[in-house]
């Protein structure tokens, strides 16, 4: 047998979300060498739900879910991206289609610890009238992360320009 093959174990079906429709799954980020949170939304991608899975061997199991956003109405959320920023807490970050005010790309911290999800205060950290896509992001550690995504800077005719910040989860 090659060394190169994959084995797996039992498949595990997260649980319907509350609308009655199916979670998607987006974005996942390690949060110690056996656990990790997974970013899911809602079938209308206004609600984005977190679940902590753990692994051992090729078992996986659900710890924990939590929410990682509230819906809002009006809000048209995609591309969300997690990303571990120290021990029990990342930074969620995504885009917002909104057309009327409110669009861009918004980050907020959230502890996932053993005591459930607790959300902060969203910081926006690029305003766009139609929204943005391709959203992408890296947790450093020390508190930090680099979020990249498509910024309203135009580079060339109607090109757009790539942006990035590094962001600090400030606790």
Not at 35 to 48: C, F, H, P, R
């Amino acid at each position: 047998q090659s060394a190169n093959t994959v084995s797996y174990g039992t498949e595990l079906t997260l649980p319907q979300a509350n609308s009655g429709q199916h979670y998607r799954p987006k974005h996942m980020t390690l949060l110690s060498s056996t656990t990790a949170l997974l970013a899911i939304s809602e079938y209308s991608n206004l609600d984005y739900t977190g679940a902590v899975l753990s692994v051992a061997g090729t078992t996986l199991s659900l710890i924990r879910t939590g929410k990682l956003t509230g819906a809002t109405a009006g809000r048209i959320r995609i591309d969300p991206r997690v990303a571990r920023v120290d021990a029990g807490t990342v930074i969620h970050c995504y885009g917002d289609q909104t057309n009327s005010g409110g669009g861009g790309t918004w980050c907020v911290v959230v502890d996932v610890s053993i005591s459930g999800f607790a959300v902060g205060t969203f910081v926006q950290l690029e305003s766009r009238n139609h929204g943005n896509n391709g959203i992408d992001m890296v947790g450093i550690g020390s508190g930090a992360a680099i979020v990249c995504w498509r910024g309203t800077s135009v580079i060339s005719g109607s090109r757009y320009a790539g942006n990035c910040l590094a962001v600090r989860a400030d606790k």
